[in-house]
């Protein structure tokens, strides 16, 4: 595709031995999209399946010049963002970010002076913009800052808010408030909610999630040696270096330079779902619910009839300890579906059992269980 080998399409660095390394790609209307490193300004090219075609770079093709015009060395990120699509850059002079619409680029963060907000969201120490992920109608942009912390930016389409960093509308500070987290190096969707991996070289990596209004952390609270401890418990864990869902469970891998590479899995969800049961002609339906974590956590279940919804429990569950709710309480019916969601305290796992016995009084026949969904 591309390099030195007679197969290939377009020789060594795309025909330019000054693009280093093919940074970052995306797929955008049916093409893939590759930008490079070069300390000459980074390129972006597109592949069509038979050809490539410059974007972003010197060539007559580009639509604008080498490093988008300012200088930028890194296409550190891209992500589809609606019917565009968005690159994050990286340069000593600060990150930014650029929206194509597969006519033209334009600046939304930049020294560009059309851009929404300046170079680095306006601060020069955000050197780049590492990574970007949508979640709900928003585009979050995540910076590199090695002085006062990482940050974290939301583009709504229309203007940019700081959601971590120093400017008051923040809704914690720079680095999630800990300067040591340089880093916002991996954005994930996963459980309705936005994670944020961090890089942190001082004490170890840290997770965050937020929900749309608030920000939780995941992994950096916990006792020392335990997977929610800084670096998942072992500090030369520096950086969460990627991330992926799969089998409805997040995954993240670390960079660490002593012991080697880890991959860890969050334990849980905190909403489930129960697709099947019915509490009527003989049935029995309970709903387990169990609360591993060290803490209380908040429940509210809610019944799905062939009538309409039906409100549940709403409950405390207590540390380490299982509850056990029989559905007959609250809904008498032969189809009845259950969503149980964690309002306050964390993880949650949930599984329901089914009996059914001939008549009433008698003894159980037939029994089964099965765990839940969690999206």
């Keep these: 595709m591309v390099g030195a080998q007679p197969s290939a399409l377009i020789g060594i660095g795309f025909g330019n031995a000054s693009n280093l390394y093919a940074s970052a790609m995306a797929v955008y209307e049916n ?71 597969g006519a033209a680029w334009h600046p939304l963060a930049s020294a560009d002076p059309a851009a929404l907000i300046g170079t680095g ?12 992920e949508v979640y709900g109608t928003s585009l979050y942009a995540g910076t590199y800052n090695g002085f006062t912390g990482c940050e974290v930016w939301d583009f709504n389409g229309v203007a940019w808010t700081q959601v971590v960093g120093a400017q008051p509308g923040a809704l914690i500070g720079s680095g999630f408030g800990n300067a ?27 997770v965050w999630s937020f929900d749309g209004a608030n920000w939780t952390q995941e992994v950096g609270w916990g006792a020392p040696g335990t997977y929610e401890a800084p670096g998942f418990g072992d500090p030369n864990n520096a950086e969460v270096s990627s991330a992926a869902v799969f089998n409805n469970r997040l ?27 019915a509490t009527d002609g003989g049935f029995e339906t309970w709903v387990l619910v169990q609360n591993p974590n060290p803490h209380p956590v908040d429940i509210a279940v809610t019944f799905q009839t062939g009538s309409g919804e039906v409100a549940g429990p709403a409950d405390t569950i207590p540390a380490r300890s299982r509850r056990s709710y029989e559905v007959s309480r ?34 159980r026949y037939l029994g089964t269980d099965s765990i839940g969904y969690d999206p």
């Design 330 to 363: 609250w809904a008498v019916t032969n189809d009845v579906s259950t969503k149980v969601t964690s309002t306050a305290g964390g993880y949650i796992i949930c599984e329901r059992a089914v009996y059914w016995r001939p008549s009433p009084g008698a003894v």
């Design 31 to 101: 093409q893939l999209y590759v930008g490079t490193f070069s300390w000459g300004g980074c390129e972006v090219w597109s592949f069509d399946g038979a050809n490539w075609t410059q974007t972003v770079g010197a060539q007559p093709s580009a639509l604008i010049g080498p490093g988008f015009g300012t200088a930028c060395i890194v296409v550190e990120s891209m992500r589809c963002f609606g019917i565009n699509l968005c690159a994050g850059t990286g340069s000593p002079g600060g990150g930014e970010v650029w929206l194509f619409d």
């Design 251 to 277: 995954y993240t891998g670390t960079f660490n330079n002593v012991t080697g590479c880890a991959v860890f899995a969050l334990k849980s969800s905190t909403t489930w779902y129960l697709a099947e049961g």
């Design 121 to 132: 969201f306006g601060n020069a120490n955000n050197t780049d913009v590492t990574d970007m």
């Design 180 to 206: 040591g987290n340089v880093d916002a190096s991996v954005l994930r969707v996963y459980d309705s909610r936005l994670f944020a991996g961090t890089e942190n070289w001082t004490a170890g990596c840290e």
